[in-house]
Each structure stands twice: as C-alpha cells, then as structure tokens.
C-alpha cells in the first residue's frame, strides 16, 4: 500500500487532473483506496451521462474489492473513469466509494449507473446518488442463472433460462408479471431465494421497467465486449499493488490516445435525414441511426389526428407505436421510448419525420455524447461541411446516373464500366485519409454538468 502511495503521488506530479484518497484504520493502516485520472475526469463532462461500476472482480493478491468506474464514448467502446479497492462489500465502504467518485468529479453525478446486484451497493446508492436512476446490468443477472437454478431445475433448466430471455425483454410492466407468476409456477420455484430477490429487485432490471431510463446503448455485447477487454488488460494474478496501478494506468492512457479508424456504413437511403445525420454523428451512432432509418421505411402511419400517429410493421412483426409530433418546437415522441433509452431516434418517430417532409432531423435529436466533435478517439472519414457534402452528393448522383443509364445500351458497355469502377474503387479506398480533429479535453475546456 504504501508503493501505491507513492505511485500516485509521482502520477499527480506529471497528471494535474490526477486525483486519488484512501482511507486508515485505528493504526494507520490503508483500508480503501480510490483514484482517476485527468483525461478520465474532463471525459466525464461529455460523456458522464452513464456511468458502469463493475465490481465482479476481486484483487487476486490481497483479496480486496476491485471496483472500476467505465464511461461509454461516442464509438460505443467503455474508458475508464476511476478505480477503487475496498477491504469488503458493506453499504458503508460502497458508500465511500461514491463519495470519493463524486468528489473526484466535482460533485457532478450520473443520469444513470449500471451495476451488478448487490443489497450493500444498491443501499449505498440509494443514499449517495440519489437522483440517478439505478440499473443492474441484465447480462450479469442471466450470467448467474445457471448457479441459481441448473441444479434446481435439471433438465428443465435449457426450456426455463429461454423463456426468462423472453420474459426480460417484454415492454409492458403488466405483461411482465403476469409471465413472471406463470414462470416461476410452471417450474415450482415460488418459494426460491434468488427468484424472490430478482422480483424485489425488478424495478431495476428488466426492460418494462427500465426502458424509460437513459442507458447510451451500455447494454450492448459490443460495449460489455470493450470492458472485459479492459479488465483482462489490467488483471494479472501475480501483480503487486503497485504494479496493478501501473497496468491500470496504461491500459488508461492507451485507451485515450489511440487513433482507431472508425467507418462509416455506406449510405443506403439516398434520404437527406441520412445525409444529414453522417456530418453530425460519430461513425458508431451513424451507423445505429441510420439502421433505424433503413427500417422505417417498412413502417406504415395512420393518421389519429392532433399530431398524433400509429406506426405498425406492413406485416405486423410488433405491436403498434404511438408517435407524437409538435411542429411548433419540432418535437417528436414515441411510445417505445428508444431516444429516451439511447439517444438515438427509433424507425418509428424516423418514419413520421419522414411522411413530415423532413430533410434535417432536429438538432435537439443529436446529443452532444453522440456527435462527432465529442470523440476521444479519431476518426479515419474526413466529414466536409454540410454544404460542401451536399454538393458533392448532387454531383455524384448525377454522374451515376447517367453512367448507369449509358452502361445498359450493350453488354459490352456495362462489362466496360464495371470493370473500370471496380478498379476505381480499389484504388480510392488505397487512398490515404484525413484524421478528425478530437474533441478538446484539456483542463480549460472542462464544462460543468
């Protein structure tokens, strides 16, 4: 402990944003330890709207409670936020935990924090962050399924871990637990201590009660995929305190400086929303609006007056949507909350922005975390100017559409041009790109939530 002491106090030297605090007992000695670092703490004016703590790995050599605070940036990859070690799992020393988290932050708290389940974790956040909406995480509950009930259930357990997937993704609170009492029933697992503490916990859990709750696609296998990369970057068996914490720290840094090449998908719509969306949004928040946007398009709307619309598949897959729309302050609302679950605007409202005429989406619809101009990492597509892009468009689709009409006179001609356009093509994507400038995260830049 003491070699960590002191490695934080050479990091706070080079680091002016580095912080850290600890703990002691009667005697002097450590008991808790909690540190971030300066990229991490001016990332978190951006992207601190949601915030995982994960707290399912243990300090192998002593141990402690190894706790690790990740964000999720703009490219939908978790960075690290903080990191925390703790003598045990009591309200009390997760209590202090989030305190000395907050502190580092300034005070600022999260929309909304996803954790594992746990009654000491959940009470210390009740108390310490009491306006953030509190989430544990769905892949850790179906995690622990096969050592709550595999030997309980046997041969039954395949045929009932399916139907509790199915159970987690209803949208409706009602329709959740009415399945949940014929679940439980149909298996005889009534009086079973982990389906007690799950439905005591539901308020937290599955997606009819937290559907409303902003979670920045956290729940996604990419983003749990980039943590445990993480974890497994920083967890050695044989490690000292003092070399975890210099594990952590260059995982960290290799996390904020690396310039990954981020692509955009090709453009699928030819709709101007799409062209729109690709100069404002960052390549991963591109690329999940504009599935929404393909999708719409197998949307049909019946008008219910007063703004309002229904929106069903053509072959009816789901159940309908209600959209809202207010023209006056461009607004749009639909009942499967999905913008205000992610961020990012579902094929419902999409297909009513699009029966509206629309050719920008509105701006309020592009939160600051998903923009482009917010990344910590680089991009490897220079996005021009929105006049600059809408020109070039223009000139492209005229040009490809004369190519096209003139390649279908003779095989010959259309042999010719695909040939050419082939070469073309490996060519350009041979061709080297422009680098985006990152989002400025330096000290005086820091905005205050």
């Known amino acids: 402990m003491l070699a960590l002491l002191e490695a934080c106090r050479e990091t706070a030297q080079r680091d002016d944003g580095f912080a850290y605090n600890y703990t002691t007992d009667e005697s002097g000695k450590v008991e808790n330890f909690s540190w971030a670092y300066g990229d991490s703490i001016r990332a978190f004016s951006v992207f601190g709207d949601v915030v995982t703590f994960e707290t399912t790995y243990r300090s192998i050599t002593y141990n402690m409670l190894l706790g690790v605070w990740f964000g999720i940036d703009n490219q939908g990859k978790a960075f690290l936020l903080g990191c925390v070690l703790l003598q045990d799992e009591t309200s009390q020393s997760f209590s202090w935990a989030l305190q000395a988290f907050i502190r580092f932050l300034r005070g600022n708290h999260p929309q909304t924090i996803v954790t594992d389940i746990d009654s000491g974790l959940r009470d210390a956040i009740a108390t310490e962050l009491p306006n953030s909406k509190h989430v544990i995480c769905i892949w850790h509950v179906l995690s622990k399924l096969s050592s709550w009930f595999s030997q309980t259930l046997g041969l039954q357990y395949s045929e009932f871990k399916t139907e509790f997937e ?268 422009f680098d985006e400038v990152t989002l400025d995260l330096g000290p005086n830049n820091v905005t205050e939530l």
């Open 166 to 433: 199915l159970l987690c993704h209803l949208e409706n609170i009602e329709d959740f637990e009415n399945q949940w009492n014929h679940l439980v029933g149909r298996f005889g697992i009534e009086s079973d201590k982990h389906v007690a503490l799950l439905f005591s916990y539901r308020s937290s859990w599955p997606v009819a009660y937290i559907r409303g709750y902003f979670l920045a696609r956290t729940m996604t296998v990419d983003y749990m995929k980039s943590m445990d990369k993480f974890m497994k970057a920083i967890l050695n068996p044989h490690s000292s305190f003092k070399n975890f914490f210099e594990q952590v720290s260059e995982a960290a840094n290799i996390a904020f400086q690396k310039k990954e090449k981020l692509s955009y998908s090709p453009m699928k719509t030819c709709l101007p929303l799409e062209e729109h969306a690709r100069s404002v949004l960052s390549p991963y928040a591109f690329n999940a609006l504009q599935q929404e946007l393909v999708l719409c398009m197998q949307y049909a709307t019946t008008d219910m007056a007063n703004g309002s619309y229904l929106v069903r598949h053509y072959n009816k897959l789901e159940g309908e949507c209600l959209v809202i729309w207010i023209p006056d302050n461009e607004q749009v609302h639909c009942s499967c909350k999905e913008y205000e679950h992610s961020g990012i605007l579902c094929r419902h409202s999409l297909r009513v922005l699009v029966l509206k005429n629309y050719f920008q989406i509105p701006e309020k619809y592009f939160p600051l975390r998903w923009r482009l101009d917010s990344s910590l990492v680089l991009s490897d597509v220079h996005v021009m100017p929105q006049e600059s892009n809408d020109e070039c468009c223009e000139a492209f689709n005229s040009l490809t559409s004369a190519l096209y009409s003139e390649s279908l006179m003779s095989k010959d001609r259309f042999g010719y041009v695909h040939k050419e356009l082939t070469q073309i093509l490996e060519i350009v994507r041979n061709m080297p790109v």
